[in-house]
């Protein structure tokens, strides 16, 4: 069966490690599985990445930014995403639009109305089954990735933006606890990857 899993969370909170994780233990239980990242994923949707991710663009204006993003995702549902889950396949997600709802509307402050538009036509309604808000409190995310070295022009907005950005996904899971799962992300990489796939399994059974 096909399963669209998507990865959310401030950054720092372990996505990346996460969803790699999940998707070796897919393909490891035999089930066709397949990461993506949000953005990039596509060859297109990597010159978009490095444009978004450049810390000599700071004059780079928030509706650009959606803009780019969403196109980004534009290709990567199309060439990608959709293919795969008509072929059957689990698709994990780094990022989806999720992220566009909390960046630039919780911590920018755009419109959601506006903002859900934009995302729906990019993805041509198309929704994850499954969401992880893989949690963490934003000043713990943006310590990890100094650590890490993986600083980029998104880490470099204030505190408070990182805390707007935290409560709006808050929000995005309480309007939809079906579809999300908020996962404590302060714990071991281990503890957190068993709980993901705990709740992957048991959508898999339920098919
Ligand atoms: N549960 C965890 N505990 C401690 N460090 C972690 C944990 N998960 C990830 N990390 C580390 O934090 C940094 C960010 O992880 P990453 O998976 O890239 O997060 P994200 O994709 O959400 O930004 C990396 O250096 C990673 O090794
Ligand atoms: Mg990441």
Redesign the pocket.
């Known amino acids: 069966m096909s399963l669209f899993i998507t990865?959310e969370?401030?950054?720092?909170?372990?996505?990346?490690?996460?969803?790699r994780l999940l998707v070796e233990h897919l393909a490891a239980r035999g089930l066709p599985a397949l990461l993506t990242r949000e953005p990039g994923g596509t060859p297109i949707g990597d010159q978009i990445r490095r444009t978004l991710m450049d810390l000599g663009n700071t004059g780079m204006y928030p509706r650009t930014e959606i803009l780019l993003f969403s196109a980004s995702r534009a290709q990567i549902v199309h060439e990608v995403i959709r293919p795969r889950l008509e072929a059957g396949a689990v698709v994990v997600c780094?990022r989806f639009y999720d992220s566009t709802l909390a960046y630039q509307g919780y911590g920018h402050g755009l419109d959601l109305t506006a903002l859900r538009a934009i995302t729906d036509f990019a993805t041509g309604g198309l929704r994850p089954d499954l969401t992880f808000l893989?949690d963490l409190p934003a000043e713990d995310?943006l310590r990890?990735?100094r650590?890490?070295g993986?600083w980029n022009r998104l880490d470099a907005y204030d505190l408070a933006f990182h805390q707007r950005v935290r409560q709006g996904y808050f929000d995005l899971a309480a309007a939809e606890p079906d579809r999300w799962v908020t996962v404590d992300?302060?714990?071991?990489?281990d503890?957190?990857q068993s709980e993901i796939r705990r709740v992957v399994e048991v959508r898999l059974e339920r098919g």
Request: glycine fraction near 22%.
């Open positions: 990865l969370g401030p950054d720092g909170g372990g996505k990346s490690t996460q969803a780094d893989i995310g990890r990735r650590r890490g993986q992300a302060t714990r071991p990489v503890a957190v």
